[in-house]
């Protein structure tokens, strides 16, 4: 084949007409900046359809992990909500069983997900105001007022505290008569993306991987049908950082929970298949499917060949996906639904076992009804409508989306290389390398939408008339929550009794200074009416708080 | 973009508009009022014309407290160490002033300065005051505005003052040595013991601090810098830095710090003390003098115009340099014997 | 000759975690030639006017999007007219209703950028509001 020949070469001839073709002045990169061909080829993308692909249900798992995956059973739409009171969450989560709704999802306010009860200073103007304000088992009965525990799963998006609040939900799941190995859902309780980025944290790390280590052991005896850990990439990416570096970092996390795991001399196949994901689903529909695709690969390889697991389901990566919040805009927020439902889309094309849709109004403030109602009609109608949920990995052996998946497995493990030589996940995030590497990602990806490279139609483009105001209806927290909430902590101290409150407060001092499994001692803390703030502040006492490390 | 009501707010707040009679900065750092040395601080570093009179009131009270510098390469754990050392010398019931330098960037003049971040716990202490600087552009101004901004906290009645710098260079021990004793901090790996030494760390250090010493490697560091201490010193009746082992993240081997720093000052004696202090004030005198000339002669006598026409005629450097210095001794003469120059006129 | 540079407090109050834009503006402050003091996460209002009286800055940055900025803004205007600093630009963002922004505004609490706001827009906003500050000061 002599380039004399290049006429008679299709590709070299597309390639010679592409050249002398006109091009638009953009850039022509992936969302996290990648560069991009204009073509992908089967010389672009070499896999090995056996090896690399495997089939759904089948290891690697790249083409998902059921055999049957949407025609066996729709991914769960799983809508996140919670503000203000127990009692007003409890509503909304009733409101969305009645349309439909499959599962449900638990935002706390950012005192009770940073150990605080509702009548501390430190709360104050906070209470409700983002998610709901659970202080003591009190409040977790009213949230589930009404709804039966043994028959919902239950997602608790909370980390720091995550082991606490387990243990008010185990103990509301026992006064609702329903016993622990009944419970289902998922509680988040993944810390070190917390250091990371999302900043909601309690102890500093050893202390915080014990207690989750303390989860996972007492879940895989008692509560067998709770995902113990959600390991997030989801916070990751809104914080800024690319896809590749969302895939990397949070499997880096997870692989540090099964180590901590395996080294408390757990075995792993009892708890890692109780162990779950979570990712971003931005506006890169190609990238996003290929970072899902190549997360179960990763996760498959490193579970079984790397940590030996024999079961499985320990192999398989399971995830819930959001769509990206920092995608929406707060000029013209209709055009948020478009956005939401590509994402959507993306993440149901990848495979992903349970799915929330952002709500057009979320850059203004928490989401209206109707918001929330249009958000979930979007995923019923890609699952009624369009067709697409009939077909497992439906772009499997694309050139592109293939190049793509294994493109993003090489860039994870350069990083992982990196993380090792930094001594670690945990080094790393004590470094701040982590958090400087997500913080540069995010900074180059504002400077490139500052200067036009990268486009926000209604920001930087098709911007309409400055100082129109959207007029949308905006979703208020009573400031009553507030009163309501200490009103009700003064009175559950008064009522309760109080020697048996002390009591189970030092037997979870003696646990946290021992080595007495803690989760134990938080479900009798819930039921001796201890509330979270008391709790956390026994463990503060004895682990003292983490510190942020210098980042800037 | 909202633009009567941005106009509404901006009029609310203008600077300046009370008339009603303040107390003076001077009556304000006398009474105790932090704003009053944080301004004090902003003057010194911004070469401002009021620093040198209120400076002449503040006088009579510098030289009190004990200055404990600070330096390293990046990431061993200074702004952790100083966190630590304020603990404990309030603890003991110190009150302590830190002075955290931070480059400016060389491309925008601008700075990121997140050392109190590192310090939180400090801040609700009405004991201790935190104040962060750049470095701005040169190391000679840096270390004159540092030293400036020492004197004042000193002179505001704090016990401690801790400047710390980052880096490893020339231009932060300049600045660090205004201190009465120096620490130079260094961790295993990141703050490699060779290349530190190459650096000259050795010539600026009292105290010799291997930090995050639970990390592989730390032994060895200790036991590296120590030879070469001794190697350095022994048998000429020099001061050996002493190798202190802490890990200042879990608050281990602080008074260990504290010790090596007063086993420092032991040996100067009140008079060795009294006698580096005195030289370090010469070297202070130099800088302010350097800035001074600077400013009377080159500035304000336009001297960048002159050098250039004397390029433009086909002068040397030197050639320059030679006919500029004979007319600024010119020009100081003829200042010497008439007006005097009154800084601050021209702002 | 004075060689006055602005002087930035960014600050995170209250305990959400979001410090995506509060690194990205101090970022954005630098490369305009600013002097940037960044005080990190879950700072209480008396934390921030301590700090921003320590510093002696120029401006305070605030970014909240925990919706308690009807609550923090104001406090901490409070604790800086409390410290003799009340004559401080005080400018802030995060997720904030329209309205609430005039709110604020208009109280003369702080100058409020939006979502989507360009940061550079924030830089040049500080630059053009301390340049005219620093002119009207006495000498």
């Known amino acids: 084949m002599s380039r004399s020949e290049a006429g008679a070469d299709p590709r070299q001839a597309w390639q010679q007409a592409y050249d002398k073709g006109e091009k638009r002045d953009v850039e022509f990169t992936t969302l996290s900046g990648a560069p991009l061909a204009p073509l992908y080829g089967p010389e672009d993308a070499p896999f090995d359809a056996e090896r690399d692909l495997g089939l759904p249900g089948q290891y690697p798992y790249t083409r998902g992990v059921h055999p049957t995956m949407y025609r066996g059973r729709l991914w769960t739409m799983r809508q996140f909500a919670g503000f203000g009171s127990a009692r007003q969450t409890n509503e909304r989560f009733k409101y969305l069983l009645k349309h439909g709704q499959t599962g449900l999802s638990t935002a706390f306010d950012f005192p009770t997900l940073m150990g605080y009860d509702s009548d501390s200073p430190r709360a104050k103007g906070e209470v409700g105001q983002v998610g709901v304000a659970i202080s003591s088992l009190r409040d977790m009965r009213a949230l589930f007022d009404g709804i039966p525990m043994g028959e919902v799963s239950t997602s608790m998006t909370i980390n720091g505290p995550a082991p606490i609040m387990l243990g008010f939900y185990i103990a509301c799941g026992e006064a609702q008569g329903v016993s622990k190995a009944k419970l289902s859902g998922t509680i988040q309780n993944d810390i070190l993306k917390e250091y990371q980025a999302q900043h909601a944290w309690l102890v500093p790390a050893e202390p915080a991987l014990r207690m989750i280590v303390d989860v996972m052991d007492y879940c895989s005896r008692e509560v067998p049908k709770f995902n113990t850990i959600s390991i997030s990439g989801y916070h990751i990416r809104e914080a800024g950082s690319t896809a590749a570096q969302e895939l990397a970092f949070t499997l880096a996390n997870g692989m540090e929970y099964v180590r901590r795991g395996v080294e408390r001399g757990l075995d792993v196949d009892a708890f890692a298949p109780r162990l779950s994901f979570f990712f971003d689903s931005h506006l890169d529909f190609f990238e996003e499917i290929a970072k899902f695709r190549a997360a179960r690969r990763i996760w498959a390889r490193h579970m079984k060949e790397k940590v030996g697991a024999k079961d499985p389901r320990s192999w398989m990566l399971r995830f819930h996906t959001q769509t990206a919040g920092v995608s929406l805009t707060a000029q013209q927020p209709e055009n948020n639904i478009v956005r939401t439902a590509f994402e959507a889309m993306a993440a149901v094309l990848g495979g992903t076992q349970s799915l929330h849709t952002n709500s057009m109004d979320e850059t203004l403030s928490l989401p209206t009804e109707k918001a929330v109602k249009i958000a979930l009609r979007t995923q019923q109608i890609i699952s009624e409508e369009t067709e697409v949920a009939h077909v497992a990995d439906p772009l499997g052996g694309s050139w592109y989306v293939e190049a793509l998946t294994n493109r993003l497995e090489e860039e994870a493990g350069r990083y992982f290389a990196e993380i090792e030589r930094r001594g670690g996940v945990v080094p790393a995030t004590e470094q701040g390398w982590i958090q400087r590497e997500i913080h540069r990602s995010a900074y180059a990806y504002q400077r490139a939408l500052e200067q036009g490279r990268k486009k926000m139609v209604g920001v930087n483009c098709y911007n309409e008339e400055e100082g129109k105001v959207p007029a949308i209806e905006l979703h208020r927290i009573d400031p009553s929550v507030e009163k309501e909430q200490v009103e009700g902590l003064r009175q559950l101290r008064a009522k309760r009794d109080a020697a048996k409150a002390k009591g189970a407060l030092d037997d979870v001092r003696d646990a946290a200074k021992g080595s007495d499994n803690l989760l134990q001692r938080f479900v009798a803390a819930a039921h001796a009416d201890c509330t979270i703030g008391e709790i956390a502040d026994v463990l503060r006492e004895c682990f003292g708080e983490y510190k942020e490390p210098r980042i800037l | ?347 | 000759m004075s060689e006055r540079k602005i002087r930035v407090l960014v600050a995170k109050p209250g305990l959400d975690g979001h410090d995506r834009g509060a690194k990205t503006v101090a970022t954005v402050l630098r490369d305009h030639g600013m002097e940037v003091v960044y005080t990190g996460l879950h700072q209480t209002p008396e934390m921030i006017a301590e700090a921003a009286m320590q510093e002696d800055v120029d401006v305070v940055g605030l970014s909240i999007l925990s919706g308690a900025h009807m609550e923090l803004f104001p406090r901490v205007r409070e604790e800086l007219v409390k410290r003799g600093k009340g004559d401080v630009l005080l400018v802030g963002g995060g997720i904030i209703p329209y309205d609430d922004m005039e709110k604020l505004e208009q109280g003369g609490y702080a100058r409020l950028f939006g979502p989507g706001t360009r940061t550079d827009d924030i830089a040049e906003y500080i630059k053009a509001e301390m340049g005219r500050r620093f002119a009207q000061e006495p000498a």
């Open chain 2, 1 to 347: 973009m909202r633009d009567g009501s941005a106009a509404r707010y901006n009029a609310r707040t203008v600077e300046g508009t009370s008339k009603s009679p303040q107390p003076s900065l001077s009556e304000r750092f006398a009474r105790g009022d932090k704003g009053a040395l944080a301004r004090a601080i902003s003057w010194a570093e911004n070469n401002d014309p009021r620093f040198p009179a209120l400076f002449a009131e503040l006088w009579p009270k510098v030289g009190r407290a004990r200055r404990i510098g600070v330096t390293g390469p990046p990431g061993a754990g200074k702004s952790t160490l100083v966190n630590e050392l304020a603990r404990a010398t309030r603890a003991q019931g110190r009150t302590v002033g830190i002075l955290a330098v931070d480059p400016s960037s060389p491309f925008t003049g601008g700075a990121l300065l997140g050392d109190r971040i590192r310090m939180e716990e400090r801040t609700a202490d009405s004991g201790v005051y935190i104040r962060s600087m750049a470095s701005r552009k040169s190391h000679g101004g840096l270390s004159r505005a540092a030293v400036d901004a020492c004197d004042a906290i000193d002179a505001f009645g704090i016990d401690d003052v801790v400047l710390e710098t980052v880096g490893v260079g020339q231009a932060e021990y300049d600045v660090v040595s205004a201190a009465d004793t120096v620490l130079v901090v260094l961790c295993p790996g990141a703050g490699d013991g060779i290349q530190a030494m190459k650096a000259g760390i050795l010539e600026v250090a009292d105290v010799l601090v291997v930090n995050k010493a639970e990390l592989p490697g730390a032994d060895r560091l200790v036991v590296d810098l120590s030879e070469a201490a001794h190697i350095r010193t022994a048998g000429r009746g020099r001061w050996t830095p002493p190798v202190v082992a802490a890990s200042a993240g879990r608050g281990e081997g602080i008074e260990d710090v504290l010790a090596a720093i007063e086993a420092h000052r032991a040996h100067l004696g009140d008079a060795g003390l009294a006698a580096a202090r005195r030289e370090k004030r010469v070297a202070q005198v130099r800088r302010v003098f350097d800035e001074r000339l600077s400013e009377l002669l080159w500035d304000r006598g336009g001297w960048t115009g002159r050098a250039r026409g004397l390029l433009d005629g086909g002068a040397s450097t030197y050639d320059v340099v030679a006919r500029l210095v004979a007319g600024m001794a010119a020009q100081l003469q003829e200042q010497a014997s008439g007006a005097t120059p009154g800084r601050g006129s021209t702002t």
